[in-house]
C-alpha cells in the first residue's frame, strides 16, 4: 500500500517562507520519480515541481527561483521549499509519486499566503 504523507503547510504572510515535506518508503523513493502539485479553489490541479530518480528537477513557470525541490534519501522525504511567497502560491499542496502508469497522491495539506 503506497502512502505519502504531506506535512509543512499553514498561515504565511505574503514574502514569507514555508518548506514542505512528503514522507514516503524508501522503496518509493528509489523506484519513482516524485513531484509536488497544487490545486487553488476553482482551479484545475497543476505541477509545482518535479524530481527524478536521478535528481533532475523540473518547475512550474511561475515559481522558478523562488521554489526549490529536493529529497533526503535517509529521511526518505521530499522537500518543497518555497521563498517570496505570495497570494497566488495559495492552494492544497499535494505530494505524487509516478512510476510508468502506477500514481500515488498523499491527502495534501493546505498553503494560505495572506496579510
Known amino acids: 500500500q503506497a502512502r505519502l504523507v504531506e506535512s509543512g503547510g499553514g498561515l504565511v504572510q505574503p514574502g514569507g517562507s514555508l518548506r514542505l515535506s512528503c514522507e514516503v518508503s524508501?522503496?518509493?523513493?528509489?523506484?519513482?520519480?516524485m513531484g509536488w502539485y497544487r490545486q487553488a479553489p476553482g482551479k484545475a490541479r497543476e505541477m509545482v515541481a518535479s524530481?527524478?530518480?536521478?535528481?533532475?528537477?523540473d518547475y512550474a513557470e511561475s515559481v522558478k527561483a523562488r521554489f526549490s525541490i529536493s529529497k533526503d534519501n535517509v529521511k526518505n522525504t521530499v522537500y518543497l521549499q518555497m521563498n517570496s511567497l505570495k497570494p497566488e502560491d495559495t492552494g492544497v499542496y499535494y505530494c505524487?509519486?509516478?512510476?510508468?502508469?502506477?500514481?500515488?497522491w498523499g491527502q495534501g495539506t493546505q498553503v494560505t499566503v495572506s496579510s
Open positions: 505524487k509519486a509516478r512510476r510508468s502508469i502506477y500514481n500515488y
Open positions: 524508501a522503496d518509493m523513493l528509489r523506484r519513482y520519480d
Open positions: 524530481i527524478t530518480t536521478g535528481g533532475s528537477t
